[in-house]
């Protein structure tokens, strides 16, 4: 079969053939693939940075995707830590790690929108007890997760949703989603605490795709500027776009009640993402959530790789 193959980390990965896969027990089945995400996730997988990376090579990568079983029926899976990824024509999946999807999903937007909408809707089922009404900032706010965010939370009954990011021409456009404010990251640091400190102080949730600078930079001014520090502030943390540590500050945490926390693989299990994923693929079938996707064959994965995608907020799919 062909595949997206990474032979050295130090190169994006190519078209090229590769083995076909065998399914050699009962977790595990052949599928056909139709369509896979090209996340952020995967970008790290391919270069050996994400942390679970392994030092196998060669290496198929893709972490998710819609595929077709033998009986001609479709279905949305997760894989695990392999080195058989999504990106082929075909994969091994577990069908205990595989949600059924029907025929008449468009396996190209289910592909776009599953990674980057999980973020936001296990963080606010799993890691936080999230209830209506409450306000919600989300830093990165423009990038696909934190445009899914925005719409998860909306979803989900937020009474505010700050949206953070850069950009003046791409916050406006969050409004529509379901931002109810928003404040423009790219500005000098003054502006940027003052802007958080009024807009997002008093928030009940921060979800958070930067961390690094940013994160460090908005701690102090929005615990200060809370209105009663010793209320509840959950601050998740989900990626790690502006950097991959922070210092933070002792007296941060003595100073207001807030509690810092993570989502994704590890701190969620398993088994507590997928259990989480079937509400979700209906609401995506539903077409509850917006979601810019372009799909691009496999054959130009290198392509794929390379070129910057045309707007910032667009998910590439690669479609055998
Ligand atoms: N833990 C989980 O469950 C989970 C699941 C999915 C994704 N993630 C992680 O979440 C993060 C975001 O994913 P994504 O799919 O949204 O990626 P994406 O579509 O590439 O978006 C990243 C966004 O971050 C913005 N950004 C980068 N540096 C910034 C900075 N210094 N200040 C403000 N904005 C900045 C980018 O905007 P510019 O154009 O301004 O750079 C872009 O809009 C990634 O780290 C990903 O791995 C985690």
Same mark, same amino acid.
């Given at each position: 079969?062909?595949?997206?193959?990474?032979?050295?980390?130090?190169?994006?990965?190519?078209?090229?053939?590769?083995?076909?896969?065998?399914?050699?027990?009962?977790?595990?089945?052949?599928?056909?693939?139709?369509?896979?995400?090209?996340?952020?996730?995967?970008?790290?997988?391919?270069?050996?940075?994400?942390?679970?990376?392994?030092?196998?090579?060669?290496?198929?990568?893709?972490?998710?995707?819609?595929?077709?079983?033998?009986?001609?029926?479709?279905?949305?899976?997760?894989?695990?830590?392999?080195?058989?990824?999504?990106? =082929? @024509?075909?994969?091994? !999946?577990?069908?205990?790690?595989?949600? *059924? %999807?029907?025929?008449?999903?468009?396996?190209? &937007? $289910?592909?776009?929108?599953?990674?980057?909408?999980?973020s936001?809707?296990?963080?606010?089922?799993?890691?936080?007890?999230?209830?209506?009404?409450?306000?919600?900032?989300i830093l990165g706010a423009?990038g696909?997760a934190g445009?899914?965010a925005?719409?998860?939370?909306?979803?989900?009954?937020?009474?505010?949703?700050?949206?953070?990011?850069?950009?003046?021409?791409?916050?406006?456009?969050?409004?529509?989603?379901?931002?109810?404010?928003?404040?423009?990251?790219?500005?000098?640091?003054?502006?940027?605490?003052?802007?958080?400190?009024?807009?997002? =102080? @008093?928030?009940?949730? !921060?979800l958070d795709y930067l961390w690094? *600078? %940013?994160?460090?930079?908005?701690?102090?001014? &929005? $615990?200060?500027?809370?209105?009663?520090?010793?209320?509840?502030?959950?601050?998740?943390e989900i990626g790690s776009v502006a950097?991959?540590?922070?210092?933070?500050?002792?007296?941060?945490?003595?100073?207001?009640?807030?509690?810092?926390?993570?989502?994704?693989?590890?701190?969620?299990?398993?088994?507590?993402?997928?259990?989480?994923?079937?509400?979700?693929?209906?609401?995506?079938?539903?077409?509850?959530?917006?979601?810019?996707?372009?799909?691009?064959?496999?054959?130009?994965?290198?392509?794929?790789?390379?070129?910057?995608?045309?707007?910032?907020?667009?998910?590439?799919?690669? !479609?055998?």
């Amino acid at each position: 079969m062909h595949a997206a193959v990474v032979h050295t980390f130090a190169e994006p990965p190519r078209y090229d053939e590769f083995p076909d896969p065998v399914a050699t027990g009962p977790g595990e089945e052949v599928v056909e693939v139709l369509a896979s995400g090209l996340h952020p996730r995967v970008r790290s997988q391919a270069d050996g940075t994400h942390y679970t990376a392994t030092d196998e090579l060669p290496l198929v990568p893709g972490v998710d995707g819609v595929g077709r079983r033998a009986d001609g029926s479709l279905l949305y899976f997760v894989l695990p830590d392999t080195a058989l990824g999504a990106m =082929a @024509d075909k994969t091994l !999946v577990d069908p205990g790690r595989s949600i *059924p %999807v029907p025929n008449s999903i468009d396996p190209v &937007l $289910l592909a776009a929108a599953m990674n980057p909408a999980m973020s936001s809707w296990v963080a606010l089922k799993r890691r936080v007890t999230f209830t209506p009404g409450q306000a919600v900032l989300i830093l990165g706010a423009t990038g696909s997760a934190g445009r899914l965010a925005i719409q998860t939370a909306r979803f989900l009954g937020a009474g505010r949703i700050v949206a953070a990011g850069r950009g003046a021409e791409r916050l406006a456009a969050l409004t529509a989603l379901g931002a109810t404010d928003t404040v423009d990251l790219a500005g000098d640091d003054e502006t940027v605490a003052q802007e958080l400190a009024a807009k997002a =102080a @008093d928030v009940d949730v !921060v979800l958070d795709y930067l961390w690094g *600078p %940013v994160t460090e930079k908005a701690i102090m001014p &929005l $615990l200060l500027a809370r209105t009663d520090r010793s209320r509840l502030l959950s601050w998740v943390e989900i990626g790690s776009v502006a950097g991959p540590d922070i210092a933070l500050p002792s007296a941060a945490l003595r100073q207001a009640n807030v509690c810092f926390s993570g989502s994704g693989q590890g701190s969620v299990s398993a088994a507590g993402i997928l259990r989480e994923l079937p509400d979700l693929v209906a609401e995506i079938g539903r077409g509850t959530f917006s979601v810019d996707a372009v799909a691009r064959p496999l054959a130009e994965v290198a392509e794929a790789w390379a070129d910057a995608p045309a707007r910032a907020t667009e998910r590439v799919v690669l !479609v055998p």
